[in-house]
């Protein structure tokens, strides 16, 4: 029997002049939300009421855990967040959750609404 893998989540931050980018890639589900919660909060932090976009372009799942991140985050922070270029399977989850209404999705840095 071979040997299970554990999921994944790399977390790369790029200081762009439009926002904090948190560029993810692999799972956000419950064994890496404690991980992608605490990039995005120190992400807030870095620039407060900055935008901060989490570009999800290289996320292969999310769940429901990964989905109260990006929830919480949108309710609680002081910064704007938003969703870069989602990957199909995360776009599907946004709009069947309906969270792509109550959080902002772009697909370039450029449509990142301005800071409150």
């Known amino acids: ?13 790029e200081n762009a002049p439009e926002a904090v980018v948190l560029r993810l890639e692999g799972e956000v589900d419950l064994a890496t939300t404690p991980q992608f919660s605490s990039a995005v ?27 109260r991140v990006l929830l919480d985050a949108s309710r609680s922070l002081d910064s704007p967040l938003v969703v870069l270029r989602p990957s199909r399977e995360v776009r599907r989850m946004l709009e069947l959750t309906m969270l792509a209404a109550t959080i902002p999705v772009v697909e370039d840095l450029s449509q990142i609404p301005p800071a409150r």
């Open 1 to 13: 029997m071979a040997p299970l893998s554990a999921p994944q989540l790399e977390i790369a931050v």
């Open 41 to 67: 909060s120190l992400a807030a932090a870095a620039r407060p009421g900055e935008p901060v976009a989490i570009d999800m372009a290289g996320v292969d799942l999310i769940d429901s855990t990964g989905l």
